[in-house]
């Protein structure tokens, strides 16, 4: 199967995204897809479209997406259709995302895979700027038209699936929902994280944070469960990496802040196994979150997860059987309790640790993703599902 994969930027960089596009293509290409990458493109009018974004900024406090501008989206098709004209052999169109395509004029079957849709990120994410009535009006419209004319929308959560039906109209029968995997290339076995459990402490408590956004990832409430947890009498360290608190906050002296890592490097990826492999618990009690590949990450070093039961995470995260779904923000109470019980009884801790390696093993890594998306594409494309035109331009 010959696709192009098309993006507003280029997909072969493992810095975008937090490599999730990366790995996308990467696990399509082990299963045997020859991709023709299309990106990045060309923002048209970008220029104007900057200041008028300021201007929106400061004189309304709102927030213009450019990318949902008409000029832009036309032009990104426009340079599209260009490159499928020289890529005669391919059989379809993928991308992780509904921008570049929204305006797409093909015969050919075109297909996304995201983890989210317009309107379910501008209604979670309150922590954004708030998006003018202008953005508001054409991100939805954009949306709904590019789920009504591809031929199959991938979605990595019920939340999102759930949005693109009721939201903008998706037709359920090409609505799907198989979760990303990891970012991070894993050899380990059974065995090997059978030892780092084991090999963790029962007198004490080690937990992670990761997450970009201070108040959206719940950081300060990772802080208070921890500070719970400690009250309860088990000793407990906090390791945050990522956005730094704001100023005037003070972390307690059980939480460390180690800043950024980069995995990319030997060095970087070698202290990142280091902090997952000796953590207890991934701590994400987010106020809002499409995904969470963070959490795909510690199951794939058999970490159990606490997250909030919020955006797409229960499409990740399953009660003991890889961690604990709270109410948003994750009542520190309630969060130390479930801790401190299974470190009452250790066993218990193992056992939720060894399925938590088992759930990233069967479903929460690339190659199982890509194996369940290239079985619908050999769908789609063997039907040779049109996407629906657009009106000639009068």
């Not at 699936?161 to 109209?169: I, M, P, T, W």
């Amino acid at each position: 199967m010959r696709l192009a994969f098309v993006s507003t930027y280029d997909a072969r960089d493992p810095t975008i995204w937090a490599g999730s596009t990366y790995h996308m293509a990467r696990a399509l290409e082990r299963q045997g897809i020859d991709l023709h990458y299309v990106g990045p493109l060309r923002e048209r009018g970008a220029l104007r479209l900057k200041a008028l974004q300021l201007a929106y900024r400061k004189l309304l406090g709102r927030a213009l997406h450019r990318d949902r501008e008409p000029v832009v989206l036309e032009g990104y098709a426009r340079q599209v259709e260009r490159a499928l004209r020289e890529l005669r052999d391919v059989e379809g169109v993928f991308s992780p995302g509904s921008v570049p395509v929204a305006r797409l004029r093909t015969p050919l079957p075109v297909v996304l895979w995201s983890d989210a849709t317009y309107d379910s990120i501008v209604r979670e994410y309150v922590w954004e700027p708030k998006p003018s009535e202008r953005s508001l009006r054409l991100g939805h419209e954009m949306e709904s038209e590019a789920l009504r004319r591809c031929a199959l929308a991938v979605f990595t959560s019920d939340w999102a699936a759930r949005s693109a039906v009721e939201d903008h109209g998706a037709d359920p029968a090409k609505v799907k929902v198989v979760p990303f995997g990891a970012n991070v290339d894993v050899s380990r076995t059974r065995d090997d994280v059978g030892r780092m459990i084991d090999s963790r402490p029962r007198d004490r408590c080690g937990v992670l944070f990761i997450g970009v956004g201070w108040e959206r990832k719940g950081a300060d409430v990772a802080v208070e469960i921890t500070r719970s947890m400690n009250g309860q009498g088990l000793p407990t360290e906090l390791n945050m990496l990522g956005t730094r608190p704001p100023p005037g906050v003070s972390l307690p002296t059980h939480a460390k802040h180690l800043g950024f890592i980069d995995k990319r490097t030997d060095d970087g990826r070698r202290r990142f196994d280091e902090l997952f492999a000796s953590s207890h618990f991934l701590l994400l009690p987010a106020r809002a979150e499409a995904f969470g590949v963070v959490l795909c990450e510690a199951c794939s070093f058999g970490v159990p997860c606490l997250a909030s039961r919020v955006g797409g995470i229960p499409s990740v995260v399953t009660d003991d059987v890889n961690g604990r779904l709270f109410d948003r923000g994750c009542d520190p109470e309630r969060s130390a309790d479930y801790v401190t019980s299974l470190f009452a009884d250790f066993d218990r801790y193992r056992e939720l640790a060894r399925s938590t390696f088992a759930e990233y093993e069967t479903t929460l890594n690339w190659d199982t993703a890509a194996r369940r998306v290239t079985e619908l594409l050999e769908g789609v494309v063997s039907s040779r599902a049109q996407a629906v035109p657009l009106n000639p331009r009068s």
